[in-house]
């Protein structure tokens, strides 16, 4: 979650909400991302979706076998619908999303029994300071 947190601090940096993703197989980072929407001007700009793609990159294909996630924010439809087709073992955040989360918060997509793939989920490693930088960052933004 460090390496994630770290992400986030990225995209901070940029005038992005911070948000960063890793994607880690046998204890080694094969994917990252942070949010870069307003940089790319791209609506799938995601931290979760860059870690993924960036996953399948390494690993050569797009099932994500194997594969821990770790957000510093819950995803969102979006992102959620991808771990679930990437098929990735594991989601790990560090704070709920209370207004789009769709990993357990708003929705439960990762779980959900219509889908034919479902996720362990833990959350709230590391939320504290996941919860400062997105603090931050609003207060600067509306001071």
Not at 5 to 33: F, H, S
Not at 95 to 119: I, Y
Not at 125 to 130: I, K, P, R, Y
Request: charged share 25%.
């Amino acid at each position: 979650m460090r390496e994630a947190l770290a992400e986030a601090e990225r995209a901070y940096e940029k005038g992005e909400i911070p948000v960063g993703a890793v994607a880690v197989k046998e204890g080694i980072i094969i994917g990252r991302g942070h949010n870069q929407k307003e940089e790319l001007g791209d609506p799938t700009a995601h931290a979760e979706m860059t870690a993924l793609k960036q996953a399948a990159q390494a690993l050569g294909g797009w099932r994500l076998t194997g594969v821990t996630v770790y957000s510093t924010l819950e995803p969102c439809p979006m992102c959620a619908g991808a771990l679930v087709m990437a098929r990735a073992d594991r989601l790990v955040y560090a704070l709920e999303d209370p207004k789009s989360g769709a990993c357990g918060s708003v929705f439960d997509l990762v779980r959900s029994p219509h889908l034919n793939h479902r996720l362990k989920v833990s959350k709230g490693v590391l939320a504290e300071e996941a919860q400062e930088l997105l603090d931050r960052f609003f207060q600067e933004l509306r001071p």
